[in-house]
């Protein structure tokens, strides 16, 4: 996989002009754009054809966390929309997981269309280890304990694989093997701020440990000029 393929650009912007200036501006060094709740709901589902229509690849990033039957529609949703991945709550259980995956698939040969990416997300890299004791009333594991366990539960489930700190990859690895797919949020060059990410590494040390893809935003989507701090990224997984 080339280094630009790695690349997820969150397109974490308040208008469908801004988000698609971006993916003009840098379909050529980046390999997934990622569609989050606020892009997703100021813009509709066309915004995924339209990214698809420029060459470009999404990850629709929703996060769906219902009962099984209502996830199972979303995610045939998604399928239609032909996404490049999307993700669910792991928290939602294995029912919920099992029961989308089996959807898709149909909805996929019924459409004849491609098989989404499946990624379950664990512990939201904003989350630190106080607030899952104190704040969601997880006591006795560790964070990434419980984020290995959620990947073990998404994998069983047939999920293609996980949205995870970039911590978690070595252990999620050691669990899961060598072909479960992991993305990374949580990802700052070293030249860049860490904003509210607690959990947090370079592209580069991510690469190493064994990340599959990378979710980058502000690092480049703030800078004076995206294209070239895209061109650093590049750069420092490519050393």
């Not at 912007?13 to 993916?23: E, P, T, Y």
């Not at 990622?34 to 690849?57: A, E, Y």
């Not at 990033?61 to 399928?79: E, S, Y």
Request: some cysteine.
């Amino acid at each position: 996989m080339e280094a630009k393929d790695r690349i997820i650009l969150a397109l974490d912007v308040d208008s469908k002009d801004k988000a698609i200036g971006l993916v003009e501006d840098l379909k050529k060094h980046i390999g997934v754009f990622k569609v989050g709740m606020q892009l997703f709901n100021i813009t509709g589902p066309g915004i995924v054809k339209q990214i698809n229509s420029m060459g470009g690849r999404v990850f629709v990033d929703l996060k769906f966390h219902d009962i099984p039957n209502t996830v199972a529609a979303a995610g045939r949703v998604m399928t239609g929309l032909d996404c490049y991945m999307f993700n669910v709550h792991a928290a939602g259980g294995r029912e919920m997981m099992s029961t989308l995956v089996a959807e898709i698939e149909k909805e996929a040969v019924n459409l004849g269309a491609g098989v989404p990416l499946t990624l379950a997300v664990t512990v939201l890299t904003s989350i630190s280890q106080e607030q899952l004791e104190r704040d969601m009333f997880v006591s006795g594991l560790k964070v990434e304990e419980l984020v290995v366990r959620w990947a073990l539960m998404a994998k069983e489930s047939g999920m293609s694989g996980v949205v995870c700190s970039p911590r978690e990859i070595s252990a999620i690895r050691k669990t899961c093997g060598p072909n479960f797919v992991i993305v990374t949020p949580g990802i700052r060059p070293a030249w860049s701020e860490k904003n509210d990410q607690k959990r947090i590494t370079t592209p580069r040390q991510a690469l190493d440990m064994g990340a599959d893809y990378m979710v980058i935003g502000r690092p480049i989507t703030k800078a004076q000029n995206p294209r070239e701090a895209a061109e650093r990224i590049i750069e420092e997984l490519e050393v």
